[in-house]
Structure formats: C-alpha cells, structure tokens
C-alpha cells in the first residue's frame, strides 16, 4: 500500500474506508469503540466529503481526527447530565425532583441484584408490588390502601377508567386545568370513557352547583389542583372538605387530584403551604393522586392513596397491568418515602427540599465565591455580575411562589452575543443551561451543588464570535 502525498491526488480521490481503518489512530478507536461504529463513522464521514469537494483534500492526520469526533459525537449518550441553572428547581424538560442518595443506592441494587418485587419472602410465597410502598403511603397519609402507576397522569386515567366508564364526574370549570406537556383533564376523562359534566363558572363555583349536578348517571365527584396558574380576585372555589360531604350525601365517592403533593407542610421548612394528601384524607376525599416526582422528590410516579375498596377495583383493571411500574422506580420511591419518616432531617437529606430550602445567603456567597472563575472564563468576550434573582419550584407547584436566590448576570455588547454565550455553555462536556431574559444570560446557582465540576469545565467554553 502505497501512500500518496501529493495534495492534488487526494483532491481528486479520496481513501477507501479500508484505507481510512487502516490508518494507526483510528485502528485504536475500533479497539475502543468496535469495528462496526467506527466503520459506520468512516462511511458517513467520507460521504459527506464527497458532497463536499473543497474539503475532499484532508491528509491522514485531518482525516484521523474527523473520524475521531465523528464517533465521540455518536458514542455519547442521548441522555446526559446536565447543570440546571435555570431557577426552576423541579423542571420538567431538565427530569424534575434529583433523587437522593439513599434512593440512589436502593435502585441500583434493585437494577444489580434480584429483588423481592413481588415475592413475599416470609411465607415464600407470590406477593404484591405495590406491598413495597403501601404500608408507608398509608402511614404518611392516612389513607386505607395504596397503589402505583407510571406518573400522576396515568393515575387520573386510570381512576376515571375504573370508576367513571359510561358515567358522569362533575368538576369545576375553575379547575379544568391543562398542565405541560398536554395533560388536559377534559382530553384525559374523554379517554377514560367518562363524561364530564361542569359545573359553576371560571371563577366560581358554590356548592349548591355540585349538589345540582349529581344525578343518577354521576360517578363522581372530582377536584383538581390549580398546578400551574392562579385565579385570584373574585373568587370562590367549594373546598375540598364540603365537596366531599355533597358527594358523600349522594353515597358517591370524592376524589382529588393533587398534582404535586407533599408529604409535609412545607410551612415548617419556610416555604409556602400547599395542600397534602394527608388533609385531604383527613377532610373526607375517598381517593387522591398526585405525582412521585414533584415536590415528593422522588422519581416519576403516579401514587393513588385512599378507601380500601375503591384501590382495589383500581387495581384489577386490566390497564393497572400496562400502567405499572417497575423495580427501580418502587425501589427509588421506598427510600424517598423512609426519609418521610424523619422530618428532622429531611431538608438536609432530600435533595428536592434541600433546595428548595437553600438560605440566599449560601447561595450569594456561592456566586461571589465563583465570580472570579467565571469573569476568567469570559473575558474579553463579556462582562459577568452578581445579580439577586427568583428562583421557582417548577412542575406547576405553588405556581406563583418565588424564592430569592442569586446568581450571574452576562451581558455582550454587540447583537446576537447573548445567543453565543447561551449557545457557548449549552455546548460544555456537561451543559450548563441558564436562560436569558432582559438583556442578559442568566444562570441562577440555587441548584448548583456540584460546584467543583462546574468550575472545572468552565476553561472549555469556546465562544464563537
Ligand atoms: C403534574 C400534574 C399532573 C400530571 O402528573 P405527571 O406525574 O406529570 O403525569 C396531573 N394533574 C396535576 C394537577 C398536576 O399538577
């Protein structure tokens, strides 16, 4: 095999791929990456050359490096970790709650190891996957019997299909929510096969328009939360409590769907009061859901807590079988759920809550502490300053609830410099996602926690001019 040097005759032609895996360097990335990534590589590589023919002249060390990139771009996961500078602490495109290690570490097992899933390993006999959690949902809710389902979505679907096929559930036009990513609870109840009946107006509704609703074709009586938007002014909504004494009255169960639903009063941790299964059970509603990856913290999962009979027709629906969920997730949500059981500690120890709760004095000595790194990283290219911010909790939570946070403003002088610098940190070896709003890309450090790593990749912000 004869090399050719001259420049012209590679214009002209370029190597076969057997020439191209021949070449040493990428011989050693077939030893990493395989035969048959690396061949695919050199094939697209050299096709796209040949569309190409200005750049058909790349010698064997250009050519080695193409192939080089070509398949570290292919061989990096789809999924991948991000810094989530955005302020939104539960973000859904982001994955929401960070679970914490505890549950880490009980999934993993449960992923390495064979698992009591659904043996009962006393008796020796066949058990029950929901067992894994039921006993502590109960415990910190107060309800008879509880199941899981793949997210809270599939649990509103799920109770509707079973209890309100061919029949009537009465809500609110107030509460006739649609959440992101295309939770309508009208699409959702036409799917389930139940019809919905509205009741009051937008933006109120009383009890007697409940008590006038129910008739003999009514399955329920049903409540949402707000989640993402807040009616305020003059309003009236019939809380939960007297909607259930009206259901109750028509011997027809009340049920409620949360959305976020903690497990505790966040009051006690300084933040605002949102409503938790366990008032719900405690004010009469027969059956409430709400999410595993919201405020809960843990990972994603639709939880039904309630009367023993209603869980249990739940669960012999054929569709439980589709919806349900796996190892992982009940290993993951088991040790969320025990760290429930010591509130003292649960701010230090559940990652959501934690920060969720993080003082704004920690978080604008984190900024100061690193504004030096950053100015380094940026100079001549932009200017960065400490600015206060407002952090949210996301995932439709206590929607207009804002917590102070701090972190870095960046500003550019010419147009479009803003779109680099955002575009500049999306393309980090771990990505670190901020958001630009009036003139400056900000990055808001509340959930900056793995602060080393952050500083460490800031050298390799490439930013095009
Ligand atoms: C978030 C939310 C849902 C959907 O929950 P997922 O776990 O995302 O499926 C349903 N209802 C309400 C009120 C919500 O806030």
């Given at each position: 095999?004869?090399?050719?040097?001259?420049?012209?005759?590679?214009?002209s032609k370029?190597?076969?791929v057997?020439?191209?895996?021949?070449?040493?360097?990428?011989?050693?990335l077939?030893e990493?990456?395989?035969?048959?990534?690396?061949?695919?590589?050199v094939?697209?590589?050299?096709?796209d050359?040949?569309?190409?023919?200005?750049e058909?002249?790349?010698?064997e060390?250009?050519l080695?490096?193409?192939?080089a990139?070509?398949?570290?771009?292919?061989?990096?996961?789809?999924?991948r970790r991000?810094?989530?500078?955005?302020g939104?602490?539960?973000?859904?495109?982001?994955?929401r709650?960070?679970?914490?290690?505890?549950?880490?570490?009980?999934?993993v097992?449960?992923?390495?190891?064979?698992?009591?899933?659904?043996?009962?390993v006393?008796?020796?006999?066949?058990g029950?996957?929901?067992?894994?959690v039921?006993g502590l949902?109960?415990?910190?809710?107060?309800?008879?019997?509880?199941?899981?389902?793949?997210n809270?979505?599939?649990?509103?679907?799920?109770l509707?299909?079973?209890?309100?096929?061919?029949?009537?559930?009465?809500?609110?036009?107030?509460?006739?929510?649609?959440?992101?990513?295309?939770?309508?609870?009208?699409?959702?109840?036409?799917?389930?096969g139940?019809?919905?009946?509205?009741?009051?107006?937008?933006?109120r509704?009383?009890?007697?328009?409940y008590?006038?609703?129910?008739g003999s074709r009514?399955?329920?009586?049903?409540k949402?939360?707000?989640s993402?938007?807040?009616i305020?002014?003059?309003?009236?909504?019939?809380?939960?409590?007297?909607?259930?004494?009206?259901?109750?009255?028509g011997?027809?169960?009340?049920v409620?769907?949360?959305?976020?639903?903690?497990?505790?009063d966040?009051?006690?941790?300084?933040?605002?009061?949102e409503?938790?299964p366990?008032?719900?059970?405690?004010?009469?509603?027969?059956?409430?859901?709400?999410?595993?990856?919201?405020?809960?913290?843990?990972?994603?999962?639709?939880?039904?807590?309630?009367?023993r009979?209603?869980?249990?027709?739940?669960?012999?629906n054929?569709?439980?079988?589709?919806?349900?969920?796996g190892?992982i997730?009940?290993a993951?949500?088991?040790?969320?759920?025990?760290?429930?059981?010591?509130?003292?500690?649960?701010?230090?120890?559940?990652?959501?809550?934690?920060?969720?709760?993080?003082?704004?004095?920690?978080?604008?000595?984190?900024?100061?502490?690193?504004?030096?790194?950053?100015?380094?990283?940026?100079?001549?290219?932009?200017?960065?300053?400490v600015?206060?911010?407002?952090?949210?909790?996301?995932?439709?939570?206590?929607?207009?609830?804002?917590?102070?946070?701090?972190?870095?403003?960046?500003?550019?002088?010419g147009?479009?410099?803003?779109?680099?610098?955002e575009?500049?940190?999306?393309?980090?070896?771990i990505?670190?996602?901020?958001?630009?709003?009036?003139?400056a890309?900000?990055?808001d450090?509340?959930?900056?926690?793995?602060?080393?790593?952050?500083?460490?990749?800031?050298?390799?912000?490439?930013?095009?001019r």
């Open positions: 095999m004869s090399i050719v040097n001259s420049a012209s005759a590679q214009l370029l190597p076969s057997d020439r191209v895996l021949g070449f040493p360097s990428v011989r050693s077939v990493e990456h395989g035969r048959a990534q690396v061949t695919e590589a094939r697209a590589l050299l096709a050359l040949r569309k190409r023919p200005g058909g002249d790349l010698g060390a250009a080695s490096a193409r192939v990139e070509t398949v570290a771009a292919r061989a990096r996961p789809n999924l991000v810094f989530n500078l955005t939104t602490v539960l973000h859904t495109n982001l994955g709650a960070l679970l914490p290690e505890e549950a880490v570490e009980a999934a097992t449960a992923m390495r190891w064979p698992a009591t899933l659904e043996y009962d006393e008796g020796g006999g066949r029950d996957r929901d067992k894994v039921e949902l109960c415990g910190l809710t107060g309800a008879e019997a509880a199941t899981v389902v793949n809270n979505a599939a649990a509103v679907f799920l509707l299909n079973t209890l309100a096929q061919k029949k009537e559930v009465v809500v609110s036009r107030g509460e006739l929510i649609e959440i992101g990513g295309a939770f309508r609870l009208p699409d959702i109840m036409r799917r389930a139940a019809k919905l009946v509205e009741v009051g107006t937008t933006n509704t009383h009890p007697q328009d008590a006038d609703a129910v009514t399955a329920m009586l049903m949402a939360h707000w993402n938007y807040a305020a002014g003059f309003t009236s909504m019939v809380a939960q409590k007297e909607v259930a004494a009206i259901a109750h009255a011997k027809l169960p009340c409620v769907d949360l959305g976020s639903g903690t497990l505790v966040l009051s006690q941790y300084g933040l605002p009061r409503r938790t366990a008032e719900s059970i405690a004010d009469g509603v027969d059956l409430v859901t709400f999410s595993g990856d919201k405020l809960l913290g843990g990972p994603q999962a639709g939880i039904l807590v309630g009367r009979e209603l869980i249990q027709r739940i669960k012999r054929p569709l439980k079988r589709a919806l349900r969920v190892k997730t009940l993951a949500l088991e040790a969320v759920l025990r760290l429930y059981l010591d509130p003292d500690r649960l701010a230090q120890r559940l990652t959501t809550l934690r920060l969720l709760t993080r003082p704004e004095k920690d978080i604008a000595e984190q900024t100061q502490r690193l504004l030096p790194a950053m100015a380094r990283a940026l100079q001549g290219r932009a200017t960065v300053t600015q206060p911010m407002k952090s949210q909790i996301g995932s439709g939570a206590l929607p207009v609830d804002l917590l102070p946070s701090c972190g870095f403003a960046v500003h550019t002088a147009r479009g410099g803003l779109a680099r610098i575009a500049a940190f999306r393309a980090l070896p990505p670190v996602i901020g958001y630009i709003r009036d003139g890309f900000l990055l450090l509340r959930c900056l926690e793995d602060e080393k790593v952050f500083v460490d990749q800031l050298p390799a912000l490439g930013i095009t």
